[in-house]
Nanobody
Framework: QVQLVESGGGLVQPGGSLRLSCAASGFTLDYYGIGWFRQAPGKEREGVLCISSSDGITYYADSVKGRFTISRDSAKNTVYLQMNSLKPEDTAVYYC?????????????????WGQGTQVTVSS
C-alpha cells in the first residue's frame, strides 16, 4: 500500500523551529520528486519547496528562503522539512507529496501521492 505520512507539526512560538517528517511506505522516495506544500485557512494550497530524485532543491515560496530547508534520509525512506525562524504567517497545514516524474514542480496536479497533512501553528 502506497502511503505518505507527515509528522512533527505542532504549536510553536514566533522565532521557533520545527522539523516535519514525510515517511513513505510502499514505494521508494529516492526515485520521486518530493514537494512540501502548505494550505492556510481560506487560501489555496501553495508549493513551499521540493527535492528532486537527484537532490536538486527548488524553492517555490520566496518567504521561506533562508529559513526552511529540505533533506532526505534514504535509509529511513523519509524526507524532512526543517523550519527555522518561524513566523505567524507560516501557520498552515503542511503536506508532502511525491511526483513519479522524479522532478520538482510547484503545481499540485503534477503530484501522484499525498500525505494527510500536519498542522503547524505559529503563535505566542
Amino acid at each position: 500500500q502506497v502511503q505518505l505520512v507527515e509528522s512533527g507539526g505542532g504549536l510553536v512560538q514566533p522565532g521557533g523551529s520545527l522539523r516535519l517528517s514525510c515517511a513513505a511506505s510502499g514505494f521508494t522516495l529516492d526515485y520521486y520528486g518530493i514537494g512540501w506544500f502548505r494550505q492556510a485557512p481560506g487560501k489555496e494550497r501553495e508549493g513551499v519547496l521540493c527535492i528532486s530524485s537527484s537532490d536538486g532543491i527548488t524553492y517555490y515560496a520566496d518567504s521561506v528562503k533562508g529559513r526552511f530547508t529540505i533533506s532526505r534520509d534514504s535509509a529511513k525512506n523519509t524526507v524532512y522539512l526543517q523550519m527555522n525562524s518561524l513566523k505567524p504567517e507560516d501557520t498552515a497545514v503542511y503536506y508532502c507529496a511525491a511526483d513519479a516524474s522524479s522532478f520538482c514542480s510547484g503545481y499540485v496536479h503534477t503530484y501522484d501521492y499525498w500525505g494527510q497533512g500536519t498542522q503547524v501553528t505559529v503563535s505566542s
